[in-house]
């Protein structure tokens, strides 16, 4: 009887322990189930601020494209505006013009009338009113019709563009070419630069005249703060001079290949940035304006390093679909391929072509073509190899493109001045983000 007794408590003992054990694995279970609950929960939490974080760098962009779609729009805004100012500064010079014109001509009739009725009254001249024929025909013409270049262009100056020689000092020189020598100058107590014109009374000088007049009618209504202002000109005899705005640093070119000097990156797309602003004010003119001589020698630098273009001696109005080939000029090193080839129409693209020429030695690069040494290798390298120049490796990849779109030979591929401008900015904000520039 105690035996059959201790075998059933030692059963229960057994019995309590088995149920012990699946108790605890139990409550394991429940520990186990309640950590993966957790850790699950902490995996969706994680999930959701992942997703709000995204969603906020969506937010971001979509902000920020906003804001680089307001700022083309804005920079486009602007350049409709600074050409349709430019075409009614234009046509209100042009009133004017033919408003002193027709002045002119009333006057000159008036002189006409005057002398025909002192004839008329005249008792030698009642009898016979022919003149005799030995008397020179073009003595009685108004002096006006017989006015030299220099009278052509003094007439077409604003008084405040007429400067007397005598209010201008010669301070020091910056350079000769073959018609003239550049100073820096004072006028009016400003800083200036006066291209005066070597003078020779001559039938070259007249031509001279002819060039000066060109020049001031190609730029003295151009009105950006890429394009160095015009101030006035001196026609007195044998002191005739050009007054612009003076940019104290100097050429792109001196201190490129003289000093030897190199910009961060950044500062070199702002230059480009600059540079492009004018040439899309240029060529947005109606009718298109075409400088035709762009090169690190015209570009011009204040003391913060901004840029200007200067120099519209081959300035051209773009009348038609081309303009013409005569007097092709500019420097060979810059000239387009179409330039090169009697076939081929001109566009304002001969000016991308140069300004990509600009860009790769802003960027640290030679002078084009830096290993042609005559105009005969140079065409060969440019007309028969078609070889455009050299873009070296140290230029951005981004920027890279951009020259080489610039820089085609099919002038209808090439970019125009606005693509230039559109691309330069889009490249600087993709090179800023990546900590490029």
Known sequence: MEQHLEQQRLEQ?????????????????????????????????EQRLEQQRLEQQRNEQRVEQKRQEQQRN????QAQQGAEQARQDRQRQEQERQG??????????EERRARHAQRSTTPANTKNTRQPVGVNQ???????LNSTPRDTLESRLKPMEKIPYGDLTLVESLGSGEFGQVFRGIYEGQEVAIKQLFWDNTIKGETVVKDL???????????????????????ELPHLCLVTEYMPAGSLHHLLHVRKHRFPPRHCMN???????????????????????????????????????????????????????KNNGGSPRYMAPE??????????????????????????????????NSLAELTRTILVERRPPHIHSGV???????IRAMLDFDHRKRYTARQVFDEMKRAKTVLRTQGMA
């Open 396 to 402: 951005l990849r981004p920027i890279q493109a951009i």
């Open 271 to 325: 230059m480009c940035l600059q540079m492009a602003d004018a040439v899309t004010y240029l060529h947005g003119l109606i009718p298109v304006v075409v400088h035709r001589d762009l090169k690190s020698l015209n570009v011009v630098l204040d003391m913060q390093l901004n840029c200007k273009l200067c120099d519209f001696g081959l300035t051209e109005s773009m009348e038609r679909t081309h303009i013409t080939k």
């Open 100 to 109: 002193q014109q027709r002045q002119e001509q009333a006057r000159l009739e």
């Open 339 to 372: 330039l090169f080839d009697d076939r081929s129409k001109l566009t304002e693209k001969i000016d991308i072509w140069a300004m990509g020429c600009v860009f790769i030695e802003i960027f640290g690069g030679t002078l084009p073509y830096d290993g042609c």
């Open 138 to 144: 073009a003595a009685v013409r108004p002096t006006s």
């Open 213 to 235: 007049e060109k020049e001031i009618e190609s730029f003295r209504h151009l009105k950006h703060k890429r394009l160095v202002k015009f101030i006035g000109a001196c026609l």
């Open 13 to 45: 003992q057994r019995l309590e322990q088995q149920r012990l054990e699946h108790q605890q694995r139990l409550d394991q279970q429940r520990v186990e189930q309640q950590r993966q609950e957790q850790r699950l929960e902490q995996q969706r939490q």
């Open 74 to 77: 804005e920079q486009v805004r």
